[in-house]
T-cell receptor, first 114, second 115 residues
């Protein structure tokens, strides 16, 4: 059974600070996804990470993947209030190609205060 | 217009009732999924379908059934609703032809409350 663990589950930080959210998963997978969810809203795709060592950046967010350690990180640089949301990592539980169901972490509820 | 449309957006019903949640998409994707979201638990997969002839159980399929009426439509049914099925339900789609390097696309969700 594939398990995905995120930490922290709750994070309150000040604007301008840096922080990292961690996502560990239990079995081999080379596809990892990061999503953002605003309160009462749907999930918005942020990053798709496909291979070991993959790094992607969009604005103040940067995601990386280490498949050997089964670890992905989402790094926030110089946080701003607009980044307040819940962030989910998700891992595909089928290997070998083809879209399939995702196993999600429980989410990190991020609050960025002025 | 939304690419992935879920109806209804909100529903309140009573224990024992049969409920159907509907999902339609205009993205032309062949793969569709149903998830439920509970506070503090993330999203969990209920069922998924790779095409109209293919239905697969997910992590938490007990108490649910699905129907893939067409490539663009995927409905989720609760045959006899119970209170612990109160949750936020999401439909999602993905595209086989574009490969697994594309994310799943989610609808806006159906908030279901069972009294």
């Amino acid at each position: 059974e594939l398990k995905v663990e995120q930490n922290p589950l709750f994070l309150s930080m000040q604007e301008g600070k840096n922080y990292t959210i961690y996502c560990n998963y239990s079995t081999t997978s080379d596809r990892l996804y990061w999503y953002r969810q605003d309160p009462g809203k749907s999930l918005e795709s942020l990053f798709v990470l496909l291979s070991n060592g993959a790094v992607k950046q969009e604005g103040r967010l940067m995601a990386s993947l280490d498949t050997k350690a089964r670890l992905s990180t989402l790094h926030i640089t110089a946080a701003v209030h607009d980044l307040s949301a819940t962030y989910f990592c998700a891992v595909s539980f089928l290997s070998g190609g083809g879209a399939d169901g995702l196993t999600f972490g429980k989410g990190t509820h991020l609050i960025i205060q002025p | 217009d939304a690419d992935v449309t879920q109806t209804p957006r909100n529903r309140i019903t009573k224990t024992g009732k049969r409920i159907m949640l509907e999902c339609s998409q205009t993205k032309g994707h062949d793969r569709m999924y149903w998830y439920r979201q509970d506070p503090g638990l993330g999203l969990r997969l209920i069922y998924y379908s790779f095409d109209v002839k293919d239905i697969n159980k997910g992590e938490i399929s007990d108490g649910y059934s699905v129907s893939r009426q067409a490539q663009a439509k995927f409905s989720l049914s609760l045959e006899s609703a119970i209170p612990n099925q109160t949750a936020l339900y999401f439909c999602a789609t993905s595209d086989r032809d574009r490969g697994h390097n594309q994310p799943q696309h989610f609808g806006d969700g159906t908030r279901l409350s069972i009294l």
